[in-house]
């Protein structure tokens, strides 16, 4: 207090101040706690309080000797009482010595000090106060020493454990071992185990797929060898020398990261790579992350995220391969040609069937997805580009279809493993991510059938019906057409597409779903050429074009979707339809409605509708070709090449239909039912436009919706 400044108080003021200060803080506070709050006290100048306050503070009985805070108190003030007093006898009067006497006895005579328990004698108190007080600084002196201290051994502690924490030896990665390996790419939702043998000392390599139902196996110097199912049968087929596939990474440029993560409840050291850019600087980014075990260095996990920063997150690529098991040494040599050995293997061009080309190697997979692997996928989509005469603006449009591509090939790869009754195949959609493509074909709002104004539904006549039935050999059928820019704008310009369809979604208040094109014309134009040929027995091509130019007041949106039954209603109203020979053919985009009546053919009065799978075969034998609504969203459809489909995530609710096409017929295989549908997505889809789709399940949809025009 005197040291402050604060001289021009009488010693029962501040002993009245610090009484005070003792009841606000009370037993509640520690030793520091109350240094704390009187040094806050001092700081703001409240000592200055009115003087009634203090005395009134001072006379209650919130300090008691009893405690120790209290007692500390006391030995403070005495501490100050004596160094101020001290001061004042130096070169002071006679006067002021018995004042200060004075001021010093009435301190003491204060009820406060009567009521503590401290000395008597003024001397001796002063004595133990003063050695109370000292005690009490060294003891926050020592304290925050110790504190200081506390702190720099964590972080010696910190830093030497951050030490500890940081891989220095980089994992070894054998020549000659066995391993379990599951590859994921959460983006396709794929899922796909891997064993693989690896012999460098031999030359030779097998890859086993699903539990071996397909395998590759790979030699250096000699012939290689592809065991794959094909249809209900196991295949061998030989190939020329091929060099070992990788499963890990190299590890040249991956630098060790500081700390400890847990993967696949494994506590794990961390290797990385990252790409900030690819050399052409097309913005592509990715981070490449090896997870190794922190205490035997084994692999747990190759994991890797990118994506192109100037396309934003249109799409992240995204792949893991988790380590399960690795045995590290020698291969058996009858590892690579036993099983040859049981079987006829045969060269590739043998076979009339489709076998993986170069393009689709399928165990090139893996090797393509480490960091040295850039170059060989790049390779593999300008191939595919060049094949469907792909061509793009901008490098980092280009990495992204070229990101895209592959994970759509590596999807194929993966089912055509799994020895399904179909196999899918790279087109022309290969550089499409699924939400994009969902857009062009995708979601459709239909109206249950029996709310579409349809003439009637089609009722069972119990007749005889052949074991398969093909319009297509009959002449019902006109060539496949591809729809092009109006659901598919592969051929067009993405940017463009994307433009003519925001255009045309607001030309229409009433929203059809972007996408469904070309889709209703095509399925209305096969069904009226179906019924056309029953009726003359002639095959004649009518205009696509003419109901997407003309058929806006009955609800479609030409290139931006439409129905069925909304372009019966057309052709009804109109009296028919123009063949392309005099409307003109589809041209990929809307035009000027100059629809002539004079040259319309196939007038129609009315439509059917059609529900259930023994009502769509018995129309399709005894009416014709049928417009179909269909499921068209699984990947597997978008990429199906061939074989009988039976993908069970194709689905059939009338809400889930999003695309239209044409039945022609059905067929059986194993004692199974399969529609034979016309797609129109041109002959580089499915198997020449067509694709097989299983009944039992009413797999996709078929026997959904299906319509049929009914002719004057």
């Known amino acids: 207090v005197v040291e402050c400044g604060f001289q021009h108080l009488d010693e029962s003021d501040v002993s009245a101040k610090f009484d005070q200060l003792a009841v606000e803080v009370s037993e509640a506070m520690e030793m520091s706690e109350f240094s704390s709050q009187l040094e806050k006290l001092i700081v703001n100048d409240e000592l200055k309080e009115d003087a009634d306050a203090i005395r009134w503070a001072a006379n209650t009985q919130a300090l008691a000797s009893q405690t120790p805070l209290a007692k500390t108190i006391d030995a403070r003030l005495e501490t100050v009482i004596r160094q101020k007093m001290a001061r004042s006898k130096k070169g002071a009067s006679k006067h002021d010595e018995k004042s200060n006497a004075e001021q010093h006895e009435r301190l003491l005579d204060e009820p406060t000090y009567h009521d503590m328990d401290t000395p008597v004698s003024a001397d001796a ?101 592809q065991i794959i199912p094909v249809i209900d049968s196991i295949k061998c087929f030989t190939d020329g020398p091929s060099s070992l596939q990788h499963i890990f990474p190299q590890l040249t440029a991956f630098e060790p990261m500081h700390g400890k993560t847990v993967v696949n409840s494994i506590e794990c050291f961390t290797w990385k790579y990252d790409v900030a850019s690819t050399p052409d600087n097309s913005s592509y980014i990715g981070t490449y992350k090896l997870y190794v075990n922190a205490v035997t260095n084994a692999l747990v996990q190759f994991h890797f995220v990118g994506h192109n920063v100037v396309l934003g997150g249109s799409h992240t690529d995204e792949y893991i391969i988790d380590y399960n098991y690795i045995r590290e040494g020698p291969v058996a040599p009858q590892t690579f040609h036993y099983r040859v050995d049981t079987l006829n293997c045969t060269g590739s061009s043998d076979e009339t069937i489709n076998v993986p080309t170069s393009l689709s190697s399928p165990w090139h997979d893996l090797h393509m997805r480490m960091p040295e692997g850039h170059d060989a996928r790049m ?71 029996a709310d579409n104004e349809a003439g009637g539904v089609y009722e069972l006549k119990h007749v005889a019906l052949p074991d398969e039935w093909d319009w297509r050999p009959q002449g019902g059928v006109t060539p496949v057409k591809d729809q092009g820019n109006c659901g598919s704008c592969w051929t067009f310009g993405y940017v463009i597409c994307d433009m003519v369809h925001s255009m045309l979604t607001k030309v229409k208040k009433k929203r059809k779903s972007t996408g469904m094109i070309f889709l209703f014309v095509n399925s209305t134009t096969g069904a009226l050429e179906g019924q056309w040929y029953r009726k003359t027995n002639h095959t004649v091509s009518f205009s696509q074009q003419n109901l997407l130019d003309c058929s806006w007041d009955e609800g479609n949106n030409a290139c931006n979707g439409g129905l069925d039954y909304q372009a019966y209603r057309w052709i009804i109203k109109h009296g028919g ?136």
């Open 125 to 225: 108190g002063f004595v133990t106060r003063k050695v109370k007080r000292n005690g009490a600084w060294c003891s926050f002196v020592w304290l925050g020493l110790i504190a200081v201290g506390v702190v720099a051994i964590v972080a010696i502690l910190k830093v030497s454990k951050q030490g500890d924490e940081f891989p220095t030896v980089k994992p070894w990665l054998p020549s000659q071992y066995e391993a379990s390996i599951t590859f994921r790419m959460p983006y396709m939702n794929l899922v796909e185990p891997v064993f693989v043998h690896t012999d460098e000392v031999l030359g030779a390599q097998k890859l086993s797929f699903y539990g071996g139902t397909q395998e590759y196996i790979l030699n250096v110097t000699g012939p290689s060898y």
């Open 379 to 449: 390779e593999a989509f300008d191939q595919f580009a060049l094949q469907h005469g792909k061509s793009f603006d901008s490098s980092s449009e280009t990495m992204h279809r070229a990101s895209v591509f592959h994970a759509n090939m590596q999807y194929i790869n993966s089912m055509n493993r799994k020895g399904l009754s179909y196999s899918l195949a790279m087109n022309h959609l290969g550089d499409r991510t699924h939400d994009e493509m969902k857009a062009m074909f995708g979601r459709k709002s239909l109206k249950r059938a």
């Open 577 to 712: 339809l123009e063949p392309e020979a005099t409307y003109g053919s589809y041209k990929n985009l809307p035009g000027f409605c100059h629809f002539n009546a004079s040259n319309a053919l196939a007038r129609v009065t009315s439509f059917v509708n059609i529900s259930g799978v023994d009502e769509l075969n018995e129309a399709l034998v005894t009416v014709g070709p049928l417009s179909v609504s269909i499921d068209a969203t699984p990947p597997s459809f978008y990429f199906y090449a061939g074989g009988y489909y039976n993908d069970l995530n194709c689905k059939s609710g009338i809400d889930d239909l999003d695309h239209s096409v044409v039945a022609v017929g059905y067929t059986k295989h194993l004692g199974k039912t399969y529609t034979l549908v016309k797609n129109s997505w041109s002959t580089h889809w499915g198997d020449n436009g067509y694709i097989k789709i299983a009944q039992e399940d009413n797999i996709c949809g078929v026997a959904t919706s299906p319509t049929y025009p009914v002719l004057a």
